[in-house]
T-cell receptor, first 115, second 114 residues
């Protein structure tokens, strides 16, 4: 039990649609990162939010966006869904500071299928 | 280009024996390394980590070895138990360079046979 919860656990969307995934971080954790894990791959960093501001971004297009709220919850939004967006999306919550995601706890993930 | 590589997609070991999982990296800026364990339908769970100033870190049945000159690390599990069956991810971070994200390998699926 990591104290990080994600919803929904599974989701099916049609190509071209938009999706919002949600994460509830551990209380007191100011930093949340999102990772995408495609089938047969390791998790890949999408972006990180620290105190409601984007604090770093991986190699993902702008149609991937996020929000972080003061109540330790956050969202990952993906517009214009493509078939290749089908993956497990992981939220990682950490206290913040220089240690970054090396002290993060992961949620159980949301499995997104785009058809 | 993959900065963290786990070249064995799967490994099968008998219960009670040693499991050795390997990981190679290419980025010299990486200074902190972690191993995660992942069961189906769960997120990755932190297992053990090592800083680049060390060459070994031990926690119970789990030991991680780091060879900086070879840019190689390994996770040893002794003795292996059926409950260790999972996918193991190696991850690296350039922690001393600031708040940097984790870079993961593709994972190795460990099966421990009773």
């Amino acid at each position: 039990e990591t104290g990080v919860t994600q919803s929904p656990t599974h989701l099916i969307k049609t190509r071209g649609q938009q999706v919002t995934l949600r994460c509830s971080s551990q209380s007191g954790h100011n930093t949340v990162s999102w990772y995408q894990q495609a089938l047969g791959q390791g998790p890949q960093f999408i972006f990180q939010y620290y105190r409601e501001e984007e604090n770093g971004r991986g190699n993902f297009p702008p149609r991937f966006s996020g929000l972080q709220f003061p109540n330790y919850s956050s969202e990952l939004n993906v517009n214009a869904l493509e078939l290749d967006d089908s993956a497990l999306y992981l939220c990682a919550s950490s206290p913040g500071g220089a240690a970054g995601d090396t002290e993060a706890f992961f949620g159980q993930g949301t499995r997104l299928t785009v058809v | 280009d993959q900065q963290v590589k786990q070249n064995s997609p799967s490994l099968s070991v008998q219960e009670g024996r040693i499991s050795i999982l390997n990981c190679d990296y290419t980025n010299s800026m990486f200074d902190y390394f972690l191993w995660y364990k992942k069961y189906p339908a769960e997120g990755p769970t932190f297992l053990i980590s090592i800083s680049s100033i060390k060459d070994k870190n031990e926690d119970g049945r789990f030991t991680v070895f780091l060879n900086k000159s070879a840019k190689h690390l390994s996770l040893h599990i002794v003795p292996s138990q059926p409950g260790d069956s999972a996918v193991y991810f190696c991850a690296a971070s350039a922690r001393n360079s600031g708040n940097t994200p984790l870079v993961f390998g593709k994972g190795t699926r460990l099966s421990v046979i009773a």
